[in-house]
């Protein structure tokens, strides 16, 4: 046996190894120049993005034209880039909101308006966080009406205004609950009758506009008459 050559078949794997390797290259390539020559990124930069992922759809009018590609929290906002379908125009001014369909689903953002003429958002573009929104987390929403419930309390900021409200609507409805019963039944009664009479009502407006058309047409002659 001879050292130090190579084999036939040895040749051959190395050669269908880098075959291999230059095909999974050129389709990866391929496939950034494809991404690249469909696509357009515009970067939009949010005051937080909870919930949001990599992944995830950016959408108009509810219709899917892309995904969102990066997201970098910075010192003051959220960087996030957005690959857009480039057939899709997006106004200059758009603005980009993230949407929760619920308190436990994904979210995707949508870009709002609609495109309807004028200057676009090309390749590049941003959209500031003046023109971003999120929705309220529900830990926001907690904060909010526990500041309430402390101010309208008996210890709040205006005391007992919760118990003053309750106590002026009892004492201007007291004793008046079978009037306000029956003024509503009346109410409703008046209201079917209508319902139920249209026809006659609608017929009698009709002769009373015919009877003021005639007496406008005889004017001349009941004043003669009247004389």
Known sequence: MAFGRSLPGGRKAWGAA??????V?????????????????ITAYFP????????????VLG?????????????????????VDRSTPIPSDARAVVVAQSLVSG????????????????????????R??????????KKQLATLTKAIGPDGADEGSAARLMDVADKNLQGNGA????SITNLSDVM??????????FSTIRNLQKLTDALSTSHEELVQFNG
């Open 132 to 141: 971003t929104a999120v929705p309220m987390e529900w830990d926001d929403v």
């Open 192 to 201: 079917s009758t209508l319902s139920s009479g249209r026809d006659d009502l």
């Open 179 to 182: 009037a306000m019963n029956s």
């Open 25 to 41: 290259l050129a389709g990866i390539v391929g496939y950034a120049l494809y991404d690249r020559a469909t696509t357009k990124t």
């Open 63 to 83: 219709v899917k034209v892309g995904t969102v590609g990066t997201i970098t929290p910075r010192s003051g906002d959220v960087k996030v880039t957005l690959d």
């Open 107 to 130: 979210r995707f953002v949508q870009l709002t308006p609609v495109y309807a003429g004028g200057t676009q958002l090309d390749d590049g573009g941003a959209i500031p966080m003046e």
């Open 48 to 59: 937080s993005v909870n919930g949001l992922y990599t992944g995830d759809t950016v959408r």
């Open 18 to 23: 880098g075959l291999v390797a230059l095909l």
